[in-house]
């Protein structure tokens, strides 16, 4: 009050009362006070932590923020929050107008710490955004700019995390594990155990679609580890490329049990975008287990939300299904009218493009038209061979990177340990000396442990090498893919009723190209081998011909496994050097069945009999059971139970014959482990 007197004393009365008004009126105009100030930001942390729990109380919370902070970056903050709240419960339309006004009121502000947090957050939001409704490309730009600005090292994982996740949908694994790779190194350096799993779950992702089944589930086991203590977010997103693992190893089953767990915990329909993608895949797992009826319900449940969103990519998944559940009910001519509808796959994940050509080879093949048929199994061996290229620019990738990083810390450690040498040289050199010598130490027999053990896995790995091998020897007489480019024009130029071979024998022969990548195989695989092969051959051996397969109901065909060509190999003896040298009735016979802790196969025929030391008229050569019997020896090395193979003569009534007689025990290891 004294300022006013002394004022009114010194000016101009009307001058003084001008003033005096404006002093008052400021007086009023004042901001939150140190407990608003405190309340809204306990309002706004409380908010972030309920987000993905509880995004209905953060709502709540943030709302009661709105009503006290002013128009300011920490209106801005709760503004994007809000945003992400209402995203998390499908309410983009309020989540797209929060969003935007937030980035709208940052880009109109100077530059600050504060500022560019805001905008790290606020474009990662909308990288979020746009990946859920699809839009790869946009999803990236907002994701890369998040980074830019992002000056918070503890956050830059959860950003990373979200930029692999858009590579790995748009086939860009080499991209999508150096960012996983970089997010790993930082949760690592700063001690940030929230995103590992996360990191772990993706890096399976990757994995998965370059077919690595081995690294990718080595890679999902370290983040089942932490399950129970993740998110409820993070846990949804992990039951579902788990069960996506299993469904692309063709374990059905396990696939449905995971599926089912995402869905026991999508109980609140306010999740509508997870529900319906659940239920997605819940539809095309029933698809391969027969269950018609199961598969439809989650269909007619999942499209309608995707086509109310027009999510392209759920929405051309969805045709795929419907096409395959077609051709399961024989319903030959809706196949065809869905086949038509989606044509244009640009921008489709692989992964669901190689599901759409493995529907429509199945079409075309129950049509008969042999020649789409093939052309569609031609397109995911290139799909695959294109997988195996990402592969290799995947590691070069991780190599590079590795390299970095270490050079980093390799210039850190030398700082610090010069650091300390300038400020203690005199006092501490006995000590350096003495802490050098134990590294030398240590350091050499760390070094010589190293080599000792890369020499055994070096061991291991080429007797593991031998054994494809010696398995592959006979199928690389001539080149393979010759032979398949040559098939693919033959079929183009063929007449349809020649063209059922032809086909076959190409289904043959890329058969024969993926196990001989494999030191195992399932039995129902080798079995439908067999069955192609025996369908080429007994159009030579006559109407006489016949063959019956006995298999024990008890036994589970995908889950045992033998060497590649193990049934073939006896087969085609019996045919080429058996039956093809007698006349009238011919008969092949092959029983399997389960025997102690093992399973037996047993291949007879009616033929001239096994007579190993005297080639047949056919002049053979018997290079397929020298292979057999070689690898079996070497296998048999690393295993206490042995596979037992034996060929012989059999007695039949009026004539003779061949037997031969495989058992495998179960828990076989096929390779070094």
């Known amino acids: 009050m004294e300022v006013l007197i002394r004022l009114l004393k010194s000016c101009n009365i009307i001058v003084a009362f001008i003033t005096i008004i404006i002093i008052l009126s400021c007086s009023h105009k004042e901001g939150p006070t140190n407990n608003q100030v405190l309340l809204i930001d306990s309002l706004i942390n409380q908010a972030r932590d309920s987000l993905y729990n509880n995004p209905t109380l953060a ?44 980035l709208y009121f940052l880009t109109r502000q100077p530059e600050s710490t504060r500022q560019k947090e805001l905008l790290a957050t606020t474009n990662n939001f909308f990288g979020t955004f746009y990946s859920q409704m ?31 996740d858009q590579c790995k949908f748009k086939g860009d694994f080499a991209n999508g594990t150096y960012y996983l790779r970089r997010a790993l190194f930082i949760s690592d350096s700063l001690h940030l155990e929230k995103y590992k799993f ?58 449905l049990q995971w599926f089912n767990a995402e869905k026991i915990l999508l109980k609140d329909p306010k999740y509508e975008y997870f529900i319906s993608l659940c239920n997605l895949n819940l539809s095309d797992v029933h698809l391969n287990l027969n269950h ?29 299904i419907r096409i395959g559940l077609a051709i399961k009910q024989n ?19 692989p992964n669901i493009a190689s599901i759409r050509n493995k529907y429509l080879e199945q079409y ?122 040559t098939l693919n024009r033959e079929i183009s130029n063929t007449s349809d009723k020649k063209s059922n071979n032809l086909y076959i024998l190409a289904h043959l022969l890329r058969r024969s190209l993926d196990m001989a990548e494999q030191a195992s195989i399932k039995l129902i695989d080798e079995i439908d081998f ?12 006559g109407d006489n011909f016949s063959m019956t397969w006995e298999i024990d109901e008890r036994i589970d065909l995908d889950r045992v496994h033998i060497i590649p060509m193990m049934l073939q190999i006896p087969v085609e003896n019996a045919i080429k050097h058996g039956l093809a040298m007698v006349e009238g009735e011919r008969k092949l016979n092959i029983h399997i069945f389960e025997k102690g802790k093992g399973v ?28 057999l019997n070689q690898t079996i020896q070497i296998l048999n090395s690393i295993n206490t139970d042995k596979i037992t193979f034996m060929m012989g003569n059999v007695e039949l009534p009026g004539q003779s014959g061949a037997k031969a007689e495989i058992h495998i025990p179960y828990h076989y290891k096929f390779e070094y482990q």
């Not at 946009?138 to 994982?157: F, G, M």
């Not at 199961?294 to 109310?308: G, I, M, Q, T, V």
């Not at 047993?602 to 397929?624: C, E, F, H």
């Open 331 to 349: 319903d030959i001519a809706l196949a065809n009218r869905l086949s038509k509808t989606i044509k244009d796959d640009s921008g489709i994940e």
């Open 364 to 485: 075309y093949k129950k049509t008969g038209d042999y020649k789409n048929a093939y052309h569609y199994l031609a397109r995911n061996t290139a799909l695959n061979d294109s997988l195996r290229n990402d592969r290799t620019q995947k590691r070069i990738a991780e190599l590079d990177m590795r390299y970095k990083q270490d050079t980093i810390l390799i210039k850190k450690e030398m700082l610090i340990q010069q650091q300390g040498a300038e400020v203690e040289t005199l006092k501490l050199s006995t000590y350096i000396w003495i802490l050098v010598s134990t590294l030398i130490i240590l350091g050499t027999i760390l070094i010589y442990i190293a080599v000792k053990r890369k020499n055994n896995l070096q061991r291991m790995q080429y007797i593991n090498q031998i054994t494809k091998l010696r398995m592959t020897n006979i199928r690389n007489r001539i080149s393979p893919h010759f032979m398949f480019n």
């Open 198 to 255: 996360p990191i772990y779950s993706a890096l399976g992702d990757i994995y998965l679609g370059l077919r690595d089944f081995e690294t990718a589930n080595k890679h999902y086991s370290l983040a089942e580890k932490k399950y129970k203590s993740t998110r409820f977010d993070e846990k949804v997103f992990f039951c579902n490329n788990r069960g996506n693992y299993y469904y692309y190893k063709e374990e059905y089953k396990k696939a």
């Open 530 to 541: 067999v069955k192609s092969f025996v369908d080429l051959k007994k159009e030579g051996l």
């Open 600 to 627: 037996r196969l047993i291949v007879q025929d009616n033929g001239t009999g096994y007579t190993p030391n005297k080639l047949s008229q056919a002049a053979g050569t018997g290079t397929g059971l020298k292979v």
């Open 134 to 164: 699809g839009k790869r490309d946009s999803a990236i730009i907002y994701l890369r700019k998040a980074l830019q600005y992002n000056s918070k090292k503890e956050r830059e994982p959860d950003i990373l995390i979200n930029l692999a």
């Open 292 to 320: 018609l009826d199961s598969c439809k319900y989650y269909l007619d449940r999942a499209e309608p939300y995707f086509r109310k969103i027009d999510y392209k990519t759920a929405l051309y998944y969805i045709n795929t």
């Open 59 to 102: 709502k709540s919370l943030l709302k009661k923020a709105f009503a006290i902070v002013p128009d300011s970056m920490t209106y801005y903050d709760a503004c994007e929050a809000y945003a992400t709240a209402c995203f998390m419960i499908n309410q983009y339309d309020s989540a797209m107008i929060f969003g935007r006004k937030t």
